[in-house]
């Protein structure tokens, strides 16, 4: 028998309709399971976790949880805010105020 575990069932998980430690008769099937579920889960739940699979002992496949750091930061376009809307590219020839950009600003809380 092969499992799925999660490492730690978040929030959104506990909600969820999954359930921890499926088992499955083959290797390809808890292999599929896996990543099936972590991309369903990383769609899904509210943003704050970012799940995936990964090979664990004893027919294990366990989903690890991190922090999505795009989600803590609060920019949704992946752009920390002190680099983001208001400042600056030191590093061109010409400094660059992004402040009149309009795919800046979509959720990074910079003004």
């Not at 028998?1 to 069932?9: H, I, S």
């Not at 359930?19 to 899904?44: C, D, G, P, R």
């Not at 989600?71 to 020839?93: E, I, N």
Request: hydrophobic share 25%; aromatic share 10%.
């Amino acid at each position: 028998m092969y499992t799925v575990q999660m490492q730690k069932e978040c929030e959104c998980f506990q909600k969820s309709e999954y359930t921890n430690n499926s088992t499955f008769q083959t290797q390809q099937e808890a292999y599929k399971y896996a990543n099936i579920l972590v991309e369903l889960m990383n769609e899904e739940f509210c943003g704050r976790h970012t799940f995936y699979p990964e090979v664990g002992e004893n027919d294990t496949f366990i989903i690890k949880v991190d922090l999505n750091a795009t989600f803590v930061s609060g920019c949704s376009t992946g752009v920390t805010c002190d680099v983001g809307c208001g400042s600056t590219d030191d590093w061109t020839l010409e400094a660059t105020d992004k402040s009149d950009d309009e795919s800046c600003g979509t959720g990074c809380g910079c003004a």
